[in-house]
């Protein structure tokens, strides 16, 4: 009797990536949000560790940029300003673009007929809600997918970075700017890209690419600035008036 030798089972994620990961996508959610102050004590109370793994998962998620570590006092959430929304923009397009690009001239026939597949099942899904974190969660796995057939590890890697950030920022977006016309039309842009990568187009691809994240763009400026207002009326402390009394005299 021959005896069988069973599969490593693979490596357990450690205590300090479980957490990292665990706040990445409480920031992401903004379950913590912007602005937020995370405490290690906090943190090491809710997983039920030592402070050293949490120390540990603070650094993970400042190396990604979410968070600033502050000596002494915690981490701090990063906010969301017009000048970071840009450069994720401008990124998210540059390297979307290249990715595409590569795709066009790296899918199979059988990949090709994928993408395609998939895009269908993202013009569906526009059509029967309005909820634009479903649309993004739905196009972004459009992306990924030709991200994993572009052929590119170190373009593909970077845009999963940047994809963090944008899915983050996008929760700027309330209710009241939610649009089918929108989602179809991003849609719409979308097949178009996917067209020109099927079709072997590596420039049209490129620049179909940029064109569809530039809508994205275009239509996520006004409720970034209504955001901003709002955040800068909650950070403006209010004044205490005073009263005149019949006296003439005042009180606070």
Request: charged residues 25%; aromatic residues 8%.
């Amino acid at each position: 009797m021959t005896e069988t030798m069973s599969q490593p089972e693979p490596d357990a994620p450690t205590q300090d990536r479980v957490i990292a990961d665990a706040l990445i996508a409480d920031i992401v959610e903004w379950r913590i949000e912007p602005g937020s102050w995370i405490r290690e004590r906090e943190i090491a109370q809710r997983f039920g560790v030592s402070h050293a793994p949490v120390r540990e998962a603070f650094r993970h998620v400042a190396h990604i940029g979410l968070i600033q570590v502050v000596p002494w006092r915690g981490a701090h959430v990063i906010e969301v300003d017009r000048h970071a929304v840009t450069e994720i923009f401008e990124l998210w397009k540059a390297n979307f673009g290249v990715v595409c690009r590569l795709a066009a001239l790296a899918m199979s026939d059988a990949d090709s007929k994928e993408l395609m597949v998939r895009l269908e099942g993202y013009k569906a899904l526009v059509h029967r809600t309005k909820n634009t974190f479903e649309h993004l969660a739905s196009s972004n796995r459009v992306g990924a997918f030709i991200a994993r057939r572009c052929g590119g590890h170190l373009a593909t890697d970077v845009l999963n970075r940047i994809a963090v950030f944008a899915s983050w920022q996008h929760r700027v977006i309330s209710a009241d700017f939610f649009s089918i016309e929108a989602g179809i039309r991003s849609a719409e842009l979308y097949e178009i890209l996917c067209r020109h990568i099927v079709a072997r187009e590596p420039d049209a691809a490129d620049s179909a690419a940029r064109a569809l994240l530039g809508y994205l763009q275009e239509r996520f400026a006004e409720p970034l600035e209504e955001y901003l207002a709002a955040s800068r009326a909650r950070a403006t402390p209010r004044r205490r008036t005073r009263s005149k009394r019949n006296d003439g005299s005042q009180s606070a």
